[in-house]
RNA sequence: GGCCCCAUCGUCUAGCCUGGUCUAGGACAACAGAUUUUCGAUCUGUGAACUGGGGUUCAAAUCCCCAUGGGGUCACCA
């Protein structure tokens, strides 16, 4: 039986490469209909926060990501927070040290600083030096007596770790050059490395699927395993996610938080195909594609080793695109919040004219990428839009002119408007004043929206309707 | 700096494992044309890449080595 788990730590938003990583270790979960497991990492506890957790499960759902086991479904491997489990790292520790495989360090964080500082300053690796491994019983003593605070050191054996990556294949590491690296903080709180190994062996994880920023921590996962008495899982460490700057994605890129995507009114299923691109591909070479309909596809050694850089243009083509081709009774749904916030419709949602929004909706969403757009869209249908400077001037033409009179003419022969009459009418007002094209609809678009781009001009004069369209051009005869 | 991972159009990628079918395919973006009597949307098309150097081979994007470049890691963060 498969048993994947994302084990994010609670310090800040999810953003797109955490969440492409948790999307990975589902799908790899549903491919193989294992288990997906949620474990929340939250023993740094000056950095983590409820609220972080809890954000973290709604954008999650959000994305359509559930599980089987975690924090807030319970499962027969818990607790799935690891700030309910210090003691069973502890006891773990305590065994470590009784059989010799750890020991305490008493250096400090400040001594500790000022070493590494010193080893970059002369080209040496930074790393720490053991020197506290090898006290003398007396020595011992004297530090046990003193009180100070002190961490525990996992002594780390020499050998060549070998293991088998599922997306780099065989990779090597001399752990040699590995410090002893901290597995008890002074505090009394375990630290990544530790807590990590004890939870994938205690949760039967199977498989480790994480950033490639942890292939360079595997070896001492590898290390503490066997300390564990423990057949390592297997690894598959997935490239990274970059920004346009080629450094890591991180929240100075801008708005990369999933929250904050749902926020903007992206359709997760449009997040969620981006999120499979980075990184890999469908055998039939479709960019837009249902996670289910790939499911039985997806081959995880098949993933791309490189690591891809985030591109914002290529997420709204794509979510523009689901936006096309979605439910109108949904896109009502989204779009509602939006415009209330925007004041352009009634906050009581059965004041709303749901019959002349869904119109509006329809004209519009082949225009956007996200639901928030929206108010930007549509604003021209329920606010007098203001016309520059240049549109005034522009207007007041002769021929522009010529043609917003001519239209007006026709527009007070008529009682209502459609897309056909207003077509019909256009037909007349070229032949009226010789002018077409960009020519004869851009005085009309601008006059009626105030905008040089915008919907097919027959429906928004359609949804205006003929008593706002007389009003719109009159201000400018 | 040591160690590790990686390297195809500007970007995401296919091809690489199992050399020949690759004058390297698709998508986003860019540009051009068509369509819409309109901007946009849509459709069609164009330009755009195997990091460099050595090998192996009849033949290399594909296998090997080196160089270069990028990234990661070496925390009482995860």
């Known amino acids: 039986m498969v048993r994947v788990r994302f084990a994010p730590s609670p310090t800040g938003l999810l953003h797109i490469g955490n969440a492409r990583v948790a999307v990975f270790n589902w799908l790899f979960a549903k491919r193989l209909q ?12 000056a950095r983590s926060e409820k609220k972080y957790m809890t954000q973290l499960i709604e954008d999650l759902h959000w994305l359509g990501i559930t599980w089987q086991e975690g924090p807030d479904v319970g499962g027969q491997y818990g607790p799935y927070l690891q700030s309910e489990r210090l003691h069973i790292y502890n006891d773990l520790c305590q065994k470590f040290l009784k059989e010799g495989m750890a020991y305490k360090c008493y250096c400090t964080p400040e001594e500790l600083e000022e070493r590494r ?3 970059r300053h002369t080209g040496k690796p930074p790393r720490y030096d053991n020197r506290c491994r090898n006290f003398t019983d007396t020595q011992k003593e004297a530090f046990e007596t003193s009180g100070l605070n002190y961490t525990i050191r996992f002594k780390v054996p020499d050998e060549l770790v070998v293991f088998d990556d599922l997306i780099r294949g065989t990779c090597q590491f001399d752990t040699s050059l590995t410090g002893d690296f901290v597995i008890m903080r002074s505090d009394g709180t375990p630290s990544f490395h530790f807590a990590v190994t004890i939870d994938d062996t205690l949760m039967n994880i199977t498989h480790v699927i994480r950033g490639e920023d942890h292939l360079s921590n595997t070896p001492c996962h590898i290390l503490l395993f066997h300390a564990l008495k423990q057949k390592p899982p ?3 460490h997935l490239s990274l996610t970059m920004g346009a700057d080629r450094a890591l994605l991180s929240k100075r890129h ?10 903007l009114g992206y359709l997760p299923e449009g997040l969620l195909n981006y999120m499979m691109m980075l990184g890999w591909s469908p055998k039939d070479k479709k960019e837009k594609f249902k996670v289910g309909d790939i499911i039985d596809t997806f081959e995880i050694n098949s993933m791309s080793k490189a690591s891809s850089v985030f591109d914002q243009q290529k997420l709204d083509w794509l979510s523009g695109q689901y936006i096309r081709e979605a439910d109108l009774e949904r896109l009502l749904t989204l779009a509602i919040p939006y415009l209330q916030e925007a004041g352009f419709v009634s906050t009581e949602e059965s004041k709303i004219d749901l019959s002349k929004l869904k119109l509006i909706i329809d004209a519009v969403r082949g225009n956007i990428s996200c639901m928030s757009q929206i108010v930007h869209e549509s604003e021209i249908f329920f606010k007098d839009v203001v016309i520059s400077e240049n549109h005034v001037e522009f207007l007041s033409s002769e021929t522009s002119q010529s043609i917003l009179s001519a239209f007006y003419m026709e527009l007070q022969k008529l009682n209502n408007l459609s897309p056909e009459i207003f077509k019909d009418i256009l037909k007349t007002v070229q032949k009226e004043t010789k002018v077409n094209g960009k020519g ?5 678009r601008i006059a009626l929206t105030g905008r040089e781009h915008g919907p097919e001009l027959y429906s928004v004069a359609n949804i205006l309707g003929i008593n706002a369209c007389k009003t719109k051009i009159e201000r400018f005869l």
């Open 440 to 444: 004869l609809y851009m005085p009309i």
């Open 34 to 45: 294992g288990t997906f497991i949620l474990r929340i990492e939250d023993t740094d506890v």
């Open 234 to 236: 297997q690894f598959a």
């Open 117 to 119: 500082r010193i080893a």
């Open 254 to 263: 801008g708005a990369f938080s999933i929250s904050e995507y749902r926020k």
